[in-house]
């Protein structure tokens, strides 16, 4: 074991594993797909105004 391990550290990857682990157990996929709906609207929001914006 490491020397990080031994002393209750953990590294930026395992905390990051873990919370999305833990995140994925309490939401359920139904919560990813929800989000990522919603990213994908944001970004065709934003591509549309920067067309109208460079139209100017």
Known sequence: MSE???KGKM???EAGRL???K????HGPEFYSE?????GQKVR???R????HGEE
């Open 23 to 26: 995140t994925a157990e309490t």
């Open 49 to 52: 105004e920067g067309k109208e």
């Open 11 to 13: 590294t930026v990857e």
């Open 19 to 21: 919370g999305g682990e």
């Open 4 to 6: 990080e391990k031994s």
């Open 45 to 47: 929001k934003l591509v």
């Open 35 to 39: 989000i990522g709906r919603k990213g």
